[in-house]
């Protein structure tokens, strides 16, 4: 626990094929009033499309942001889902970024992507509006995708949680589990893919040691495998406490905040009396500016 360191193919203008069913009962739910983007320019036979599509959704309940995938078109060595996002929130809606899945008929993941969404403009309150969203062959999951029975869905990133190495739940009181516990959920959560450290506790130890309690943050959806972490403590005056690179076999989960205490031995210390009003840790802007320490990890 502590170390001492394909070609393209547009979207096909004239409706399914119909087929005789049985009536449906009337559904209880919202419906909304399809839109086009102004920037877009379709035909009629393509407007007519659109509308065939959207008149097939279901309805929805009030106060609700959904996304349903009406086709998926190749293109290149990728794909184009298209998309129509629909709003019966009584106010507009104006989205910045969006993860979206492409899910297989049993919830499989078949592809992943984060879209900027500011081309897309405002969704009106009870309007539906399609979308043509690009996935690159990186982005897929899986070699084949699906004719039909796939479907598109948000991404909602999970709530930012703590994460403890089993030798840190074993020693901690139920006390000391609750602070931590506390500071993860009130911490404003790292930005997507971000990865960041926040100090906890820096303390000088009998020994000369400076001890420094971290929370590494992972605003990822990936683990992440640290093997060496250059470390660069400053004091509430911005001079350089202690700056040090520690070789570590370390993974913090997606989504998680793990604590981690490094000690910095007293060759690795630049100031005899930081001044602690307030102070950071951060990863040198230069791995080279490190003092490489080889120290060996222990649990406490």
């Known amino acids: 626990m502590i170390f001492r360191r394909k070609q393209r193919t547009e979207l096909e203008a004239k409706p399914p094929a119909l087929h005789a ?54 293109y290149n060595d990728g794909f184009v889902a298209v998309a129509i996002l629909r709003n019966t929130l009584p106010k507009p809606v104006r989205f910045e970024r969006i993860r979206l899945l492409l899910l297989g008929e049993d919830g499989t993941a078949m592809a992943r992507k984060e879209f900027d969404m500011s081309p897309f403009g405002e969704l009106p309150p009870m309007t539906a509006r399609p979308w043509r969203f690009l996935f690159a062959a990186e982005d897929k999951l899986v070699d084949q995708l ?60 009998p020994s000369g040691e400076l001890g420094v309690t971290l929370l590494i943050r992972n605003g990822s959806d990936k683990h992440i495998h640290f093997e060496q972490i250059p470390l660069e403590v400053r004091d509430h005056t911005g001079d350089i406490v202690a700056r040090g690179l520690f070789p570590c076999h370390l993974e913090v989960k997606a989504y998680t905040s793990k604590p981690w205490t490094f000690l910095f031995p007293p060759e690795l210390l ?22 490489k320490q080889e120290t060996p990890s222990s649990d406490e």
């Not at 403890?164 to 997507?192: C, H, I, K, T």
């Not at 630049?270 to 003092?291: G, L, M, N, Y």
Request: aromatic share 8%; hydrophobic share 35%; net charge negative.
């Open 270 to 291: 630049h100031k005899a009396e930081p001044d602690w009003t307030s102070w950071k840790v951060t990863i040198p802007s230069s791995p080279a500016q490190s003092e």
């Open 21 to 74: 069913e049985q009536p449906k009962q009337p559904e209880a739910g919202t419906k909304t009033t399809l839109s086009f983007h102004p920037d877009w320019q379709l035909s009629p036979e393509e407007m007519y499309v659109y509308r065939f599509y959207h008149e097939q959704l279901p309805p929805l309940q009030p106060n609700q942001i959904s996304i349903s995938g009406v086709k998926l078109v190749e």
């Open 146 to 205: 699906p004719a039909d029975g796939w479907k598109i869905a948000f991404e909602l990133t999970p709530r930012h949680r703590l994460d403890l190495e089993e030798s840190w739940g074993q020693a901690l009181s139920a006390e000391q589990r609750q602070q931590l516990q506390a500071l993860v959920d009130s911490a404003p959560p790292p930005a997507p893919g971000e990865v960041n450290f926040m100090g906890i506790e820096a303390k000088q130890l």
